[in-house]
């Protein structure tokens, strides 16, 4: 007989014939379908009891949370801006009235012209004699005697207003200049400037050891006073010390000769590549 055909209640019945049914274990095993029914309905009744107040609630505060748009009329006032007083017009100076110079004796000029013959008297130019101390003029003119090359234009009675002098504009009044009429000049030239840079450069270690060479630009001033100041590389750092090294050396040079500029001595910029080079083996 397959055990598993008969009903529950008989298979119990079977299983505890002759024991003692009253201990508790033949109570327990025949009420188990029932009391596992009845956990699950329980368990799905508190589920669905919570899970249906979370969605009430959630509706109510949803439908209670409903707040229609509050419209505000808000009233931008501008301030008053006070435009500028315009500004005022200056009239225009009174032109100076300068009186011409006077009208002087002129003769006029004749350009000489090879002819064959004779020339009438009244052709002939004027004797130097005769000129005198007229002007030449492309006409005859009448009038003081007096040579017209020699006028005073700057008195104020010939129609000048004095003598006009320039005034020397100062030197560096806007920094060091780039080119100048006279370049600065190491002394003793180039073959001065290179023996002093064979003589005072050394060859930064770090740059030794990692093998770096190439040229160092260093832009510096020359002042007027023929001073170096304001050194710096310029261009992209090689690096190993070699643009330190350049500084140092530039700037314990001694003075140069100064830039010129309209017969003065100016500041200038000054450009001198000094080239890094490691002997090879």
């Keep these: 007989m397959d055990s598993t055909k008969i009903p529950g209640n008989e ?5 505890f014939y002759g024991r003692n049914k009253d201990y508790g274990a033949y109570e327990l095993r025949s009420r188990y379908d029932k009391r596992v029914r009845n956990a699950i309905i329980g368990t799905a009744s508190i589920m669905i009891v919570m899970i249906g107040g979370y969605v009430l609630n959630n509706t109510l505060m949803a439908a209670g949370n409903v707040h229609p748009p509050v419209f505000t009329k808000e009233v931008i006032k501008l301030d008053d801006i006070k ?39 009244e052709e002939m130019p004027p004797r130097m004699a005769d000129i005198g101390n007229k002007a030449i003029a492309v006409e005859n003119r009448e009038g003081a005697d007096g040579d017209v090359n020699n006028i005073d234009l700057g008195t104020s009675d010939r129609g000048g207003t004095g003598v006009v002098k320039s005034e020397a504009v100062a030197p560096d009044a806007s920094g060091p200049m780039s080119f100048v009429e006279i370049m600065p000049e190491y002394p003793g030239g180039e073959t001065a400037l290179m023996k002093y840079l064979n003589k005072n450069m050394k060859y930064p270690h770090v740059a030794q050891e990692n093998e770096i060479q190439g040229t160092v630009f260093v832009q510096f001033v020359v002042n007027r006073d023929g001073s170096i100041s304001n050194v710096k590389t310029v261009g992209a750092p090689k690096g190993g010390g070699l643009e330190d090294e350049a500084v140092r050396v530039v700037s314990n040079m001694s003075k140069w000769k100064p830039g010129r500029q309209n017969g003065q001595n100016v500041a200038v910029f000054f450009n001198l590549p000094i080239r890094f080079l490691l002997n090879q083996q």
């Design 11 to 15: 298979f119990l019945d079977i299983l």
């Design 83 to 121: 435009l500028p007083d315009p500004d005022p017009v200056i009239p225009p100076p009174t032109p100076v009235q300068n009186t011409p110079p006077p009208a002087v004796a002129a003769v006029s000029y004749v350009e000489p012209e090879i002819v064959a013959g004779d020339v009438a008297p």
